[in-house]
């Protein structure tokens, strides 16, 4: 009975200050799978509850209903790292130096951005996520980045995540610049592929020294990805691209808000 009225008593002082008694916005973190496992980096996990959001691994699933009921229970959607996307998926025929592709996961991926855009869900994507974001909305990549680009400068480092091996430029006036508060800084590099055409619902704000695209955004900054590893900076304490997951916690606090 004294606890029912201690809990009574912290509410009623919480309504007045306008303090909400709801949760922190939940964030939905992709996974990828081996074998029997499905997995996400905790470098992923760290980074989300770092930003002040609730980390929440989304099975994998080819299943549009299970997909609907776990964006039922998201505020934002994190599209993480993994293997080479079918290149069929975007109009192509594979190249011969494609790598690992998972066809459950890139049903996956395609299906949780899609749905997840149809409702509002804020998106930030990070490397295979980026390139799934954009061959979701109609973009399409780059498959093989040394056989495709001419002058192509090292895009698979082989240095530690918190490192960065090469700089890229960020457009004026854009979120990323806003969020990072630079016009070039060095990021880590961890694939062979990349956005080629960029859908048209995308505004290209960064590029690396060779013009491999680094960052996409939504005119209202709503649905944005990274062609690098923020989180491996993150979770080697480094703060420096913190923002970039702040930025998607504030934009899912702000979607939760409207539900």
Known sequence: ?????????????????????????????????????????????????????????IPLTTSEAEIDEYLDKIDGLLMTGGEDVSPLLFGQE?????????????????????????????????CRGIQCLNIAMGGDLIQDIPSEV?????????GPRSYGSHTITIEKGSLMARLLGEKEVAVNSFHHQACGKVASCFKVTAKAPDGIIEAIESPDGKFFGVQFHPEGFVYSGKKAFLPIFQHLVKMAGEYAASK
Do not use: N, W
């Open 94 to 126: 594979p190249s011969p130096f494609l790598g690992t592709v998972v066809p459950e996961r890139d049903t996956y991926d395609l299906t949780l951005i899609r749905k997840a855009v149809l409702k509002g869900i804020p998106i930030l994507g990070i």
């Open 150 to 158: 001419p002058d192509a400068i090292q895009h698979r480092q082989t």
């Open 1 to 57: 009975m004294k606890r029912f009225f201690f809990a009574a008593a912290v509410l009623m002082l919480l309504v007045p200050l306008g303090v909400s008694a709801q949760q922190k916005p939940v964030i939905g973190v992709s996974c990828s799978i081996d074998g029997s496992t499905v997995e996400a980096g905790m470098t992923y996990i760290v980074s989300v509850r770092k930003a002040g959001g609730i980390p929440f691994i």
